[in-house]
């Protein structure tokens, strides 16, 4: 699938309006070096032939202001969008399977730790904006570099009441890992599940 450039906040609305279905939204700009980094890999995710769906790059120092459209505060950030409606958020260098697989729910995660390549299982945060708790253990999850797609149900309501018939959780967070849940900040589960070394969170 062919990746375009959005020019202004008008292209997207047309976009956006005119697109049956989900499409990837991408947030980049060359003053970030980790944005440098990770914007080859998202363009390779996007032009892989057996991605079908339509990909879209913003260029924050080009086109202003369409980031803080989505809460978007930090570069790189790629997000999955049905309409206006944001239904997963990568933030961060990710690699091209990283993005197939939290985008497209698509294989096995890969990522790197050090000199060794590691493989989690897909890993999805429910959470919302008002909630600390989510935020925490979102970054500690960046801080383990697990990729996970970001379910906002604060912003999605059908998505609240589809985890409670899941869990019989009102709450968030609620982590889902390879299948399994996990309710709350529970880091020594979330060790378990994704097979890590348990560390001291801050």
């Not at 309006?17 to 998202?42: C, I, M, W």
């Not at 995710?45 to 879209?56: D, I, R, S, V, Y």
């Not at 697989?101 to 429910?126: C, E, I, N, W």
């Not at 020594?188 to 348990?198: A, G, H, M, S, V």
Request: proline letters at 6%; one cysteine or more.
């Amino acid at each position: 699938m062919a990746l375009e450039t959005v020019q202004s906040a008008e292209a997207l609305a047309n976009k956006l309006n005119d697109h049956a279905g989900s499409l990837v939204l991408g947030f980049f700009g060359d003053f970030s070096e980790a944005s440098r980094k990770a914007q080859p890999a998202f363009e390779a995710f996007c032009k892989n032939p057996e991605n079908q769906t339509t990909c879209l790059l913003v260029d924050v120092g080009k086109t202003k202001g369409l980031h803080n459209r989505y809460g978007v505060s930090t570069v790189p950030t790629v997000l999955l969008l049905d309409k206006d409606k944001v239904l997963a958020k990568m933030v961060g260098g990710q690699n091209e399977d990283s993005y197939r697989h939290h985008l497209l729910g698509q294989g096995v995660s890969p990522t790197q730790q050090g000199d060794k390549k590691v493989s989690f299982p897909r890993v999805v945060v429910y959470s919302s904006d008002s909630c600390p708790w989510c935020t925490r253990v979102k970054l500690y999850l960046r801080k383990r570099a697990v990729p996970f797609q970001d379910i906002n149900v604060s912003r999605r309501p059908e998505e609240a009441a589809a985890l409670q018939r899941k869990t019989g959780q009102t709450g968030v967070p609620q982590v889902q890992i390879g299948g399994q849940w996990v309710v709350g900040f529970d880091q020594p589960k979330i060790d378990r599940l994704l097979n890590l070394p348990p560390i001291k969170t801050e």
